[in-house]
């Protein structure tokens, strides 16, 4: 048993069982034993990798993504451009190399930003940039960026953020929690919390006994918090994330661990737990907001930005072994059998704002 284990028996002895969201919440960030503050998820000897650790293409086609939303935004300045829960700071190294390289202004003229929760993760990506001439600073929340123009990018960020799951019982929904069974272990059973009917998806009316459906507040707010901030001062934002177009029933908590899965409850603080976004909530939330949001596949996404032409230019001067690489990593990111149909891309754009590959760009 692990130790945040033991100390979530104990927690549930002491006061009872506790719902989903804050089991993710111990699970991935406590300070002590949780996930993301105490060991390196990343990589080949973490336990999954993810597309900027794929291929430097994605990094350059979404700083180019990102360079062509501040053009068509006015070419904004003082502008911030941010990264929300960069990992090992990877994505932003190649977006600050590309940047550099379409611009030098914007490079020199805007602020970069790292906003990241963990201390370990921090130091991780410091050392990821190493020197750099451009100004990076490092923030816990969204709050506290500058009050100017943001262009924001968030990668498999939105999938790590606690949900809460209800359970079809009976004639409505009780929420789903995280109890002990007559061994003592953690199981899961519905607890007596109900869920109001309106944040249930259109089928819930149907859906048969033990169905579950989750409802994620804590994402809608973050997005909600983002929105707001470019409603207010110009900006543009891209979130790629695995999950779905459309809400629905369905249990997509899952724990994963040694680029494997797991049961969710065998080993708190040692595993990543994970669900499916749920990209429409997204997109209404952007809505709600006055903005624009656009919804994509990864492949399509990445396709439309010139991945296969990158490719082509990447593997020009190379040998056979590289570019059998560099076409394995294209696949990889973009084909349908691997992250290109499962990944979704939302962008959020002020209304009458036009950005390739999106509807109404050039």
């Known amino acids: 048993m692990t130790r945040l284990k033991t100390r979530i028996v104990d927690l549930i002895e002491a006061l009872g069982p506790i719902p989903i969201n804050e089991y993710m919440a111990l699970c991935l960030f406590d300070p002590a034993d949780g996930y993301y503050t105490t060991r390196e998820p990343f990589g080949a000897g973490g336990d999954f990798i993810t597309a900027p650790e794929i291929s430097q ?6 700083a180019v993504w990102l360079y062509q939303a501040w053009r068509a935004s006015g070419r904004l300045l003082p502008a911030t451009i941010a990264e929300i829960g960069p990992g090992r700071g990877t994505l932003m190294k190649d977006m600050l190399r590309t940047l550099s390289r379409l611009d030098p202004d914007l490079a020199n003229g805007a602020t970069f930003a790292m906003i990241e ?3 370990r993760l921090t130091e991780v990506q410091k050392k990821t940039l190493g020197v750099t001439p451009f100004a990076v600073g490092w923030h816990d929340a969204i709050e506290t960026l500058p009050q100017q123009s943001l262009f924001i990018v968030g990668n498999e960020l939105f999938d790590a ?8 019982a009976g004639a409505g929904w ?3 929690m995280v109890g002990l069974d007559e061994t003592n272990d953690l199981c899961f059973f519905a607890g007596a919390g109900s869920v109001d009917p309106t944040l249930l998806p259109a089928d819930a009316t149907d859906a048969p006994q033990g169905a579950i459906v989750e409802v994620a507040p804590a994402r809608t707010a973050l997005m ?3 929105a707001e ?3 207010r001062h110009g900006g543009a934002g891209l979130f790629l994330d695995y999950g779905h177009f459309q809400s629905g029933v369905g249990d ?6 040694s680029h494997d899965h797991e049961d969710v409850l065998a080993n708190p603080g040692e595993a990543d737990l994970t669900s499916h976004v749920d990209f429409a909530a997204l997109a209404a939330i952007v809505r709600a907001h006055g903005l624009e949001a656009h919804l994509t596949t990864q492949g399509d996404f990445l396709l439309g930005m010139g991945i296969l032409e990158r490719a082509g230019r990447l593997g020009a001067d190379t040998g056979q072994a590289a570019r059998e690489r560099i076409a394995s990593d294209v696949e990889r990111l973009a084909g349908p059998q691997a992250m290109g149909e499962l990944f979704k891309v939302l962008a959020v754009l002020p209304r009458g ?3 390739r590959p999106f509807a109404g760009a050039d």
């Open 117 to 119: 929760t963990s201390p």
């Open 161 to 168: 953020v606690p949900i809460r799951q209800f359970i079809r």
């Open 224 to 226: 909600a918090t983002i």
């Open 353 to 355: 704002v036009a950005v």
């Open 229 to 231: 901030r470019i409603s």
């Open 252 to 257: 997509t908590l899952q724990a994963l661990r």
């Open 57 to 62: 293409m994605f990094g350059e086609l979404v």
């Open 174 to 176: 009780r929420e789903r």
